[in-house]
């Protein structure tokens, strides 16, 4: 898998969850020269934020290591916080660089926040969460893949038992039909099976059988 890295930040929307000290202010207008949209929500106790309001590859979170944890772990997706997170620091102790990493930062910037830091820490922010995600999202892929994998076992054994036909020419059929329906093997089963039809070959009755399926 190819990487491609984000280097233009135009259009994306940075929300500041941090008090109004500690070049915070500076970092507001640096983002907003980049391009950002820049959301200062007021000061939070405790994670309340709506995870469901923000996205991958549009939002970006800065939050206040000072703060009591404005993102709750426990309603992450995957492990994943819902959008790339940086972490403000001031005081440099273990205990609020671990409290980050559970919010699930993946940079950090030293306050007081000097302009000439803030792109760097960005791109760096951003691009470990998206590559983060294309992980992610390709094992539950791989593992989706997996689970439905005896479906597709379980299809090919009903097509021999029908047709009296060998694995390998079950599986031919199988492919055959899924590729005319234009959806992946494992969903075709997955549907054959739910609507209890059979894919087969060539005759108007396969051809019912397949409509079947696709409706």
Known sequence: ????HLQNFRGMRAVIF???EGGIDTLAS?????????????????????MAAFSSGRDVLFIDGDLEGVLSSAAFSNGLPPAAVIGLVGVEAPSRLKGLMHQGATAFLRKPVYAGAVYTTLFLGVNQ??????????????????RRRRLVIKTIVRIMERHGVDDDEAYSILRRDSM????????????????????????????ADFTLIRR
């Not at 898998?1 to 491609?4: G, K, L, P, R």
């Not at 959806?183 to 059979?198: K, V």
Request: aromatic share 2%.
């Open 1 to 4: 898998m190819t990487e491609v």
């Open 180 to 207: 005319r329906g234009r959806i992946s093997l494992e969903d075709y089963c997955e549907q054959y099976l739910a609507c209890r039809s059979e894919p087969t070959g060539s005759t108007d009755d396969e051809a």
């Open 18 to 20: 941090a008090a109004g």
């Open 30 to 50: 640096v983002l907003t020269k980049l391009g950002l949209a820049v959301e200062r929500p007021a000061a939070l106790d405790g994670p309340v934020v709506d």
């Open 129 to 146: 969460h998206l590559q983060r995600k294309a992980i992610v999202d390709q094992l539950a892929e791989h593992q989706d893949r997996r």
